[in-house]
């Protein structure tokens, strides 16, 4: 009797399938020997230092598990190069590790489709990785170059440096409460919502604009108030945020519920947008860039003396139910 064989992609077919192959047709600068060996092996920009961040998205957690797999791709890619973004680094290469729970080659033609859209966009190049069978998770590596001296960092506030936030602010959790159903809205603002949550946009002009002229930055995921918390720690000094100018979006405005949309902006996270603290002399250089037209961003506070940050509203205290996402 012939039994019937039910073939089943394996790691390596399934790698060279959705990811090498795709790779393979974009050869990437510096890259000596990319997938399919035990190791990637680099050439670093001459003149040039390596920044390195790495981060796990788990379903149900950092998105919908049900989610479009080509969006929680360009999702993945798009909030690990805002570390990049914040670091002033430019995109160089990723690595990729993936947890499935099935071998569904839909769903990875999907995934590949939308992680592959994003590193074409951001000129990074996928140079290695690992699948492996569990519950729906990715970690990816990015790295990117910087010279010596110029990558941005959390530990240069002054006080009396002003604090600026790039575009707009609680956007991505107004989105998330979309998609979970807690709030409605017009669809041009759905959708707009939809794409600051799926697609979010990493600073890396910005941060290219402003790297020599800000003391320090970081990129805004946990929330602002619990960010900016992280240059005051590492700087030794306190913040003050001037609630009343924080850059809202038309969609959240159209809200008409300002406590949700200013505890949203405070401390809901998922924004992924540069904060940043610039100190008085260097604001005339900012200034004509915002006047430019090539910078959007906003003074929301300053550096003072101190070890918290604190939030007012018109001068007077403004109390916050949570300050940010706690990981744990």
């Known amino acids: 009797m012939v039994q019937s064989v039910i073939t089943v992609p394996g790691e390596f077919q399934l790698i060279q399938q959705f990811f090498q192959r795709e790779q393979a047709e974009q050869p990437a600068e510096g890259v000596l020997l990319g997938i399919g060996d035990d190791c990637a092996l680099l050439q670093i920009p001459h003149g040039k230092q390596l920044a390195v961040s790495v981060d796990t998205l788990v379903a149900g957690v950092h998105f919908p598990a049900d989610a479009d797999a080509e969006l929680i791709a360009e999702r993945a890619l798009r909030t690990n190069l805002s570390d990049l973004a914040a670091m002033g680094a430019d995109p160089l290469w990723f690595t990729l590790a993936l947890t ?17 859209a994003c590193a074409r966009e951001y000129k990074i190049a996928l140079i290695g990785g690992d699948t492996t069978s569990g519950p729906l998770s990715i970690t990816i590596q990015v790295m990117g170059a910087v010279a010596p001296g110029a990558a941005l960092r959390r530990d240069g506030a002054n006080i009396g440096d002003f604090v600026l936030v790039t575009h707009n602010l609680g956007d991505g959790a107004a989105a998330l409460a979309l998609i979970q159903n807690r709030i409605a809205c017009d669809e041009p603002s759905a959708n707009y919502l939809r794409d600051r949550f799926y697609r979010p946009t990493p600073r890396l002009q910005e941060s290219a604009l402003i ?6 930055a970081l990129d805004i995921s946990d929330g602002l108030v619990a960010d900016l918390q992280h240059i005051c ?13 924080l850059p809202l979006s038309p969609a959240l405005q159209a809200l008409n519920n300002q406590p949700q949309v200013l505890e949203w902006a405070l401390s809901g996270g998922d924004d992924y947008e540069l904060c940043f603290t610039v100190a008085p002399e260097k604001m005339a250089d900012i200034a004509m860039l915002i006047a430019q037209g090539k910078l959007s961003a906003t003074v929301i506070g300053e550096i003072i003396p101190g070890n918290k940050v604190i939030c007012e509203f018109e001068g007077e205290p403004f109390e916050l139910a949570r300050t940010g996402y706690q990981h744990f």
Request: hydrophobic share 45%.
């Open 100 to 116: 499935l729970p099935e071998a569904s080659e839909d769903w990875l033609r999907s995934f590949s489709r939308g992680l592959f």
């Open 211 to 216: 790297r020599e002229l800000v003391t320090a």
């Open 233 to 245: 720690d590492a700087s030794d000094v306190g913040a003050v945020i001037d609630v009343e100018n």
